[in-house]
T-cell receptor, first 114, second 117 residues
Framework: DQQVKQNSPSLSVQEGRISILNCDYTNSMFDYFLWYKKYPAEGPTFLIS?????DKNEDGRFTVFLNKSAKHLSLHIVPSQPGDSAVYFCAARDRNSGNTPLVFGKGTRLSVIA | EAGVTQFPSHSVIEKGQTVTLRCDPI?????LYWYRRVMGKEIKFLLH????????ESGMPNNRFLAERTGGTYSTLKVQPAELEDSGVYFCASSQTQQGKVNSPLHFGNGTRLTVT
């Protein structure tokens, strides 16, 4: 049973517009959430994170929003650039320990069209 | 700073054969993780080392998989004998244990793509 769900396998967006990637989770013990970006033939690289005590975290063009009551988070990229084309993974960790394994979703493939 | 390195990048073996994957974490990172991604699916946790000790091996699929981290530096993951369903990309990741900080991002290697035919 998947605890982190990314229900959209792919998303296409025009360059310069906003990309919104969604993620839902089922485990109420999760209290730290991360987004990773993955290019082909490379490992995932950390992009941005958010703790459950916040509802928004912003880093340049990337903003993550957390809605704890809905168990939902989203990643906004604005403006989208062709170099943002990659697979984006949502991940979560529970509150028991800082180094417990991350639980990942299946990923969403973002294509930014020039 | 050198990143997490994995070897080999690709491996194609026949069912029943043995394969050993190697991971060199970032120097000084006590935490080392193995993950696997079967095509189109989630990146699934296999195992977590803290230094040379297995902290959590709840994700290991079965006893055909053996992971070691002698000396607390590099790690190996052996699959013996390999089965068709073992095909996928095996990622290694490492992180520091930071005093007073509960969350440190994982740094991933580029993975080993294993194909069992």
């Amino acid at each position: 049973d998947q605890q982190v769900k990314q229900n959209s396998p792919s998303l296409s967006v025009q360059e310069g517009r906003i990309s919104i990637l969604n993620c839902d989770y089922t485990n109420s013990m999760f209290d730290y959430f991360l987004w990773y970006k993955k290019y082909p033939a490379e490992g995932p690289t950390f992009l941005i994170s958010i703790s459950s005590i916040k509802d928004k975290n912003e880093d340049g063009r990337f903003t993550v929003f957390l809605n704890k009551s809905a168990k939902h988070l989203s990643l906004h990229i604005v403006p989208s650039q062709p170099g943002d084309s990659a697979v984006y993974f949502c991940a979560a960790r529970d509150r028991n320990s800082g180094n417990t394994p991350l639980v990942f979703g299946k990923g969403t493939r973002l294509s930014v069209i020039a | 700073e050198a990143g997490v390195t994995q070897f080999p990048s690709h491996s194609v073996i026949e069912k029943g054969q043995t394969v050993t994957l190697r991971c060199d974490p970032i120097s000084g990172h006590d935490n080392l993780y193995w993950y696997r991604r079967v095509m189109g699916k989630e990146i699934k946790f296999l195992l977590h080392f803290v230094k040379e000790s297995k902290q959590d091996e709840s994700g290991m699929p079965n006893n055909r998989f053996l992971a070691e981290r002698t000396g607390g530096t590099y790690s190996t993951l052996k699959v013996q004998p390999a089965e068709l369903e073992d095909s996928g990309v095996y990622f290694c990741a490492s992180s520091q244990t930071q005093q007073g900080k509960v969350n440190s991002p994982l740094h991933f290697g580029n993975g080993t793509r294993l194909t069992v035919t």
